[in-house]
Nanobody, 124 residues
């Protein structure tokens, strides 16, 4: 049975950093493109960042460019989201998702597998 499990969320002050992890089991993550999405209370789900299967292509939402970095370590079947200079508006539940189609970018409807999410709260 496949699983995507996010971890690394928590409470952080504005300007702080967190690193989220998305670990796969029962799913050969090295064959999948992976993205991070987030959803804040009362708002629609938003694409945050995407990484291709080979890790050679990434893209980011304008709201996080220059602050967030996505990476993957296939030997560990894990994808990371390094989040720096966090702002209160980054507060949301963050989800990772995997797609067998490599060029999906941040189109959430194209993702086949989803994790349960991890809460990130940015507040002083």
């Amino acid at each position: 049975q496949w699983q995507l499990v996010e971890s690394g969320g928590g409470l952080v002050q504005p300007g702080g950093s967190l690193r989220l992890s998305c670990a796969a089991s029962g799913l050969p993550l090295d064959y999948y493109a992976v993205a991070w999405f987030r959803q804040a209370p009362g708002k629609e789900r938003e694409g945050v960042s995407y990484i291709s299967t080979a890790g050679d292509r990434t893209n980011y939402a304008d709201s996080v460019k220059g602050r967030f970095t996505i990476s993957r370590q296939d030997v560990k079947q894990t994808v990371y989201l390094q989040m720096n200079s966090l702002k209160p508006e980054d507060t949301a539940v963050y989800y990772c998702a995997a797609s067998y189609s490599d060029s999906v970018g941040l189109r959430s409807s194209e993702y086949d597998y989803w994790g349960q999410g991890t809460q990130v709260t940015v507040s002083s």
